[in-house]
């Protein structure tokens, strides 16, 4: 369903993703990689999945301490060439809403 978070075996296990490219193999390690399905240069986030991600990564970053500054999207991180997540994804929005509160 539309804004359903699932865990993925990876998570459950405790092991390491592989959501960055080999130029920032250490993020993969050190990191944790949440994933929105849909096209975000093409279409717009459904209201339910932008809240779920705001929930979940509010949950995580109090959960591990996550500063402000290391919360970063795909695309915003150097040396990564993906569009991700999308010229229509509310970076603005989601930063502001994860962090209030």
Known sequence: ?????????????????????????????SGIGICLIGDFETMEVQESQLQAAVTLTRDLVRR????????????????ETTLCPGRNFPIDRFRRDVFAG
């Open 64 to 79: 591990f301490g996550i500063p402000p500054a290391r919360l970063a999207p795909h695309g915003g991180i150097a040396g």
């Open 1 to 29: 369903a539309m804004g359903e978070v699932v865990a993925t075996g990876r998570w459950r296990l405790g092991l390491w993703g592989a959501h960055l490219s080999a130029r920032n193999i250490g993020g993969n390690f």
